[in-house]
């Protein structure tokens, strides 16, 4: 079981930027993947970007160069950092975390957070 957080939501203006935090309730060393989704409204929830346990790293094209994933060991926790921020962009952030076990793949999801980008 993991219990996940997520952080720093909030409105931005086009071109600002923002950091999202997801923390986990156990160590991150143990979970697979943590990663980020986000949904619009009216649309259906989309990757955006992961971070695997063995460090390597993958974004959704629409947000590559603009976008990074990180990840503190100390403090089980993974961020978001979002910068040139597109109207585009707005949408609720869920953090997502992949557990497996044998064969079988759990995976959790945080409460989400809200990120608007408007003027």
């Known amino acids: 079981q993991v219990q996940l957080v997520e952080s720093g939501g909030g409105l931005v203006q086009p071109g600002g930027s923002l950091r999202l935090s997801c923390a986990a309730s156990?160590?991150?060393?143990?979970?697979?993947?943590m990663g980020w989704y986000r949904q619009a409204p009216g649309k259906q929830r989309e990757f955006v970007a992961e971070?695997?346990?063995?460090?390597?790293?993958n974004y959704a094209d629409s947000v590559k160069g603009r976008f990074t994933i990180s990840r503190d060991n100390a403090k089980n926790t993974v961020s978001l950092q979002m910068n040139s921020l597109k109207p585009e962009d707005t949408a609720v952030y869920f953090c997502?975390?992949?557990?497996?076990?044998?064969?079988?793949?759990?995976?959790?999801w945080g409460q989400g957070t809200q990120v608007t980008v408007s003027s």
């Open positions: 997502k975390a992949d557990v497996q076990v044998g064969a079988i793949v759990y995976d959790y």
């Open positions: 156990r160590s991150i060393f143990s979970i697979d993947v």
């Open positions: 971070f695997t346990r063995g460090g390597r790293t």
